[in-house]
């Protein structure tokens, strides 16, 4: 269960049908691919069966890497193409958020997409999805042969002058501008189309922060709010349906117990399995795994779509 799991509440199982534009990134291919999906599998594997807190999700200082991705995260020291758990002294890629995979699946075939990740730092982490962007949204202007290079950012800021979409994007971009740094394979960078990636931005209720280190430290002081999320999609998931507002209680009582074991993955279980929403399940759910499995799949596209 744990990978699947895992695909569906991260959408890393997109990144099978994600194909990044070979012209703009030469180096990616179905190695690189394989190698970014089974990163966040045995990141996510080893923080379930060594019973970490679940906030070490956004800050362990490990990762599971083989040359080909090491290279890619220009980790030195790492050689052969079997994966071994390592170190990571880089703040920037502690954690969920420094996974190429999860970069990739909220990045466009051809450049970072601002929206796309903030969009699954609110939905995926947070719990909190934004609205559904309006009709006839324009799309982001390319750059014109023999203007001045401007980053995603520059352009992103002139299709926000519009009111009507500024109010859509003011909760997301945020999240998406301090994540910036990483290309669309997740990759470090310092420019963007030839100009200095800035990634000093504004939260709408008058915070600031600036790159993925600062994200780290703004989702743990958000820690309620991750942690919630975390339960409930595990919940949906044991469920094979949607949480409903009479699931609440049960949420709350997870949170709560969990709370005295600093939140390991062995409370939370224990807590949703002995939730009356699970105990109460009807009989068919228990006793048809290939009905459960199209239920879950079902939740999971659901929450995508949300």
């Known amino acids: 269960w744990i990978n699947d799991f895992t695909e569906q509440w991260l959408t890393v199982r997109n990144l099978n049908a994600h194909e990044p534009d070979p012209d703009r990134f030469p180096d990616f291919d179905d190695n690189l691919r394989a190698a970014m999906a089974t990163e966040t599998r045995l990141f996510f594997e080893s923080q379930v069966r060594q019973d970490q807190s679940v906030l070490d999700l956004l800050r362990a200082d490990y990762t599971f890497l083989n040359e080909r991705l090491a290279r890619h995260y220009d ?88 009111p009507v979409c500024a109010s859509c994007h003011a909760p997301m971009d945020p999240f998406g501008f301090v994540l910036e740094n990483f290309d669309a394979t997740g990759r470090w960078r310092n420019t963007d189309a030839g100009a200095t990636i800035d990634t000093t931005t504004s939260l709408i ?54 709370s005295n074991e600093n939140y390991r993955w062995s409370s939370i279980i224990d807590g949703v399995v002995k939730s009356e929403p699970f105990r109460m399940r009807r009989v068919s759910d228990e006793t048809d795994p290939q009905q459960r499995t199209q239920a879950s799949h079902r939740e999971a596209n659901s929450q995508r779509g949300k």
């Open 75 to 162: 980790i030195p020291g790492v050689y052969g193409s079997h994966f071994r758990r390592v170190s990571i002294s880089d703040p920037t890629r502690r954690g969920l958020l420094g996974h190429a995979s999860i970069l990739t699946v909220t990045s466009y075939a051809d450049r970072t997409s601002v929206v796309l990740r903030g969009k699954w730092v609110l939905e995926t982490l947070l719990g909190a999805p934004p609205p559904p962007p309006p009709p006839n949204v324009p799309d982001l202007e390319d750059i014109k042969p023999g203007t001045a290079p401007r980053s995603l950012r520059e352009r992103m800021e002139q299709h926000r002058e519009s």
């Open 205 to 258: 209720d008058g915070s600031s922060m600036a790159g993925p280190e600062e994200l780290h430290g703004y989702l743990l002081n958000r820690r309620d709010e991750f942690l919630r999320t975390v339960v409930e999609k595990l919940m949906a998931y044991a469920l094979g349906r949607s949480l409903e507002y009479f699931d609440a209680p049960a949420v709350r009582k997870i949170l709560r117990d969990s």
